[in-house]
């Protein structure tokens, strides 16, 4: 039941998408004040809680929902607790995508002496409209992607560019298709914060592997 | 359950106030058509369903109202991960523009960030305009929807772009009133758009920028569609520059919604 609470909230919510910031809200001051979490209708998780441990850079203040390749109903806040690789991509892609996941996977081979628990690595797609969760999920597969590190996430428009914004990366949907895009890979500490960004392909991985080296070695 | 319905028909009560409105008062309706943008259509047409539009950017005053509302937008208490440290410093208060108010009541608020105006839209069951949409509203002058081949039209903005910026923005009912009724789509403010980190003209992009490699090579304005237009040049490169926490002195918004959808049916 829960299960399918949580489903009908999010569809309603992104119905009225107007509203959606405020599923359990008061009638008419749209956005006002957060309900205790004791007054919210089962299921809605950490729905409109105030994020009180959160730092104020956190990128997981963002409180949009997302789901992963396998469809689960999911929040930035899950990432919480590991170091994360974060970069977006889109499966139609055919140049710097691959590369740009090529990237990740060189970075992720020189972290083995790392329990595979404190990294985790993310893909958000910036084509929501083609990249379901089961498509995102085809390319993890053919991309021999190791399902418990990488995250492949999707999610409305907006809130792909709120997180878009976040990262300091730019896209735009030409009128073929494609999609013309910035490419950064992040790296965020276990609160969320971006501690480091290598901007373009190719790079080399040894300042991002430092980065999250030096992050490791403080948990 | 319960609960979960009653938050339903709340959600419910919400949309059906906001359809029932048709275009408020201050609002004016832009109807869809086509232009071909500075940038990144390779000259071609784009297409831009017709939508509401504010009338004018948000005030100082009605920012006031949604800071009261919601306090987590106050200066105090904003998180610097939504708004930079110059959020909202002409204000004297938390809470407004302090004794200034009769100067800059109605001018429109600046030093917000991304963020903040897409909250303010939402709250108001709004959302901020797309690119297109802005710069398409924006070709208007006071008699014709596309002034694009007007030379007097650009002339007006690049003598608003020679300007500084006055001590205190006037209030925006007497900023210049376009074809559709809009206020101060130049010579007021700059404005964000929901996806002004779309624009990729700067330096980074040459590095970066994957695929349309032809709008990139060469100096950053070779893409544009019409190379006089220096004046849409300066914004697209204005947006490029920014991230969505900064908060400039004369970059403010106003909101736009969908036009609704007439059903026959009631709900």
Aim: aromatic share 10%; proline share 4%; charged share 20%.
């Amino acid at each position: 039941m829960k299960r399918y609470t949580l489903y009908f909230l999010a569809l309603a919510a992104t119905v009225f998408s107007s509203c959606q910031q405020d599923v359990a809200q008061e009638e008419d001051s749209c956005c006002a004040k957060p309900v205790a979490a004791d007054q919210l209708p089962a299921g809605t998780g950490t729905l409109a809680i105030p994020t009180g441990a959160m730092t104020d850079m956190s990128l997981y203040n963002l409180e949009s929902d997302w789901q992963n390749q396998r469809g689960e109903a999911v929040k930035l806040q899950d990432l919480q607790g590991k170091v994360q690789l974060v970069a977006m991509i889109y499966t139609h892609c055919s140049y710097a995508c691959p590369r740009i996941v090529a990237d990740l996977k060189r970075i992720e081979s020189c972290l083995k002496e790392f329990k595979r628990d404190d990294i985790g690595i993310v893909l958000v797609t910036m084509d929501p409209a083609r990249d379901t969760p089961e498509r995102l999920n085809a390319f993890a597969t053919s991309n021999s992607l190791d399902a418990k590190r990488w995250v492949l996430l999707t999610s409305e428009q907006d809130n792909i560019r709120e997180l878009a914004a976040l990262l300091n990366m730019k896209y735009k949907t030409e009128l073929d298709g494609e999609i013309s895009h910035s490419n950064i890979i992040s790296v965020l500490n276990a609160q969320g914060e971006i501690i480091h960004q290598a901007e373009g392909l190719g790079v080399e991985p040894d300042e991002t592997v430092n980065a999250i080296k030096g992050l490791l070695q403080k948990i | 359950m319960r609960r979960l319905l009653t938050v339903l028909l709340m959600l419910g009560a919400c949309s059906l106030v906001q359809a029932q409105k048709g275009t408020p008062a201050d609002m004016v309706h832009v109807k869809g058509g086509t232009f071909v943008p500075l940038y990144g259509s390779n000259n071609q047409a784009i297409s831009v369903q017709g939508f509401i539009m504010d009338k004018y950017p948000v005030t100082n005053a009605q920012y006031e109202a949604f800071v009261a509302e919601n306090p987590k937008w106050k200066k105090s208490e904003v998180k610097q991960l939504f708004a930079d440290a110059g959020y909202l410093k002409h204000w004297a208060t938390d809470m407004g523009v302090g004794s200034n108010a009769d100067k800059l009541k109605d001018s429109p608020v600046i030093n917000v960030s991304w963020f903040a105006a897409k909250a303010y839209c939402e709250c108001q069951g709004k959302r901020l305009p797309t690119v297109n949409e802005w710069e398409f509203a924006a070709l208007a002058s006071e008699t014709k929807k596309d002034a694009s081949s007007e030379p007097s039209f650009y002339q007006r903005s690049l003598d608003w772009y020679s300007q500084p910026n006055p001590k205190y923005l006037p209030p925006v009912q007497n900023a210049f009133k376009n074809y559709y009724g809009l206020y101060g789509m130049i010579g007021l403010v700059w404005e964000w758009t929901s996806d002004f980190n779309s624009a990729l003209i700067i330096g980074e992009s040459r590095q970066n920028a994957s695929l349309d490699r032809q709008l990139f090579c060469g100096a950053g304005s070779s893409g544009a569609s019409d190379v006089k237009n220096y004046v849409a040049f300066m914004r697209y490169a204005f947006r490029s520059s920014l991230k969505a926490n900064y908060t400039v002195a004369n970059l403010g918004f106003r909101c736009v919604q969908d036009v609704p959808v007439k059903s026959t049916a009631k709900l």
